[in-house]
Every structure is written in structure tokens, then in C-alpha cells.
């Protein structure tokens, strides 16, 4: 078993398909070991994407992610990384395969639903940015 860090984006969020993702994902075999809504700040923001600093579209997507609530989830399954972005799919909805929940929810590829950790490095690095230890069940 292995883990991944998820994120229901403020886009999901507010249109209210919460629910429904966190359903989807429990369909699709993941374990949620830890799970929270909360509002990003901007410094957060700029934080966890601070990758994507030199890419045109970092100001906006800052601006979108502390922009409303969001859900964070560290979730458990097997090869848990690869799995999560094969469950949610291309980053542009446009390029997602059916039945994925970019393809199901996104709206565009900036305001795109969810969030997955690339690597089991960055997911270990993103789910202790969200959880203390004593935050996920075991
Ligand atoms: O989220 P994912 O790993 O699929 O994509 P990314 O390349 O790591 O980009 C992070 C996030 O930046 C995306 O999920 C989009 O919300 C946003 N983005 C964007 O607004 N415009 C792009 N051309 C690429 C990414
Ligand atoms: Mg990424």
C-alpha cells in the first residue's frame, strides 16, 4: 500500500460535486486515511505550487486556489500516485478520458476539480503540508 495527496478544488467545491468526488474516489478502491475542508491562503497557495512560480499561469492559479474552500485528503491504495491520476485523468478536461473525474467535473484546465501528487516524494511532502501525523488514521 502507498499513499497519494488529494485535493478537491475550490471549482468543485462550489458547485457542489464534493460528494460526489469523495464517493468516486472511495469507488475507485482509495482509503481515506485523512481528510479536511479549508479555505487556502494565498501564501499557502504560493507554497504548494511554487514549482509552477515561473509559468505564466502561476497568478492565476494561486488566485483560484485560495479563492474558497477546498477538501484535502491523504488517501491509501495500492501504487496510490500512479492509480489517483489515472482515476482524475489529463490535466485540461478536454484531454481526459471518459469517466475520469476531470472529465466528469472540470470546467477548464486551470479550474480543473482536483489535485494529485506527480511522485510518492511530492505526496509525502504535499499530505505533511495539509496533515500532522496525528491527523491520519492508521
Ligand atoms: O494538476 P496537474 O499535475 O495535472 O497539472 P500541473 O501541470 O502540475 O499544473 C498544476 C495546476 O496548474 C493544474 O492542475 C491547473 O490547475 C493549473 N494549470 C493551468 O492553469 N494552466 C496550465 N497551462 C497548466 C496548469
Ligand atoms: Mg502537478
Given at each position: 500500500m502507498s499513499r497519494t495527496f488529494a485535493m478537491i478544488k475550490p471549482d468543485a467545491v462550489q458547485a457542489g460535486n464534493a460528494g460526489k468526488i469523495i464517493a468516486h474516489l472511495q469507488d475507485a478502491g482509495f482509503r481515506v486515511l485523512g481528510m479536511k475542508l479549508t479555505q487556502i491562503s494565498r501564501q499557502q497557495a504560493e507554497k504548494f505550487y511554487e514549482v509552477h512560480?515561473?509559468?505564466?499561469?502561476y497568478g492565476e492559479l494561486v488566485e483560484f486556489m485560495s479563492s474558497g474552500p477546498s477538501v484535502v485528503l491523504a488517501l491509501e491504495s495500492d501504487n496510490a500516485v500512479t492509480k489517483w491520476r489515472e482515476t482524475i485523468g489529463a490535466t485540461d478536461p478536454a484531454e481526459a478520458a471518459e469517466g475520469t473525474i476531470r472529465k466528469l467535473y472540470a470546467e477548464s484546465k486551470g479550474k480543473n476539480a482536483v489535485h494529485g501528487s506527480d511522485s510518492d516524494e511530492n505526496a509525502a511532502i504535499e499530505i505533511a503540508f495539509f496533515f500532522s501525523g496525528t491527523e491520519l488514521v492508521g
Open positions: 512560480a515561473a509559468r505564466p499561469f
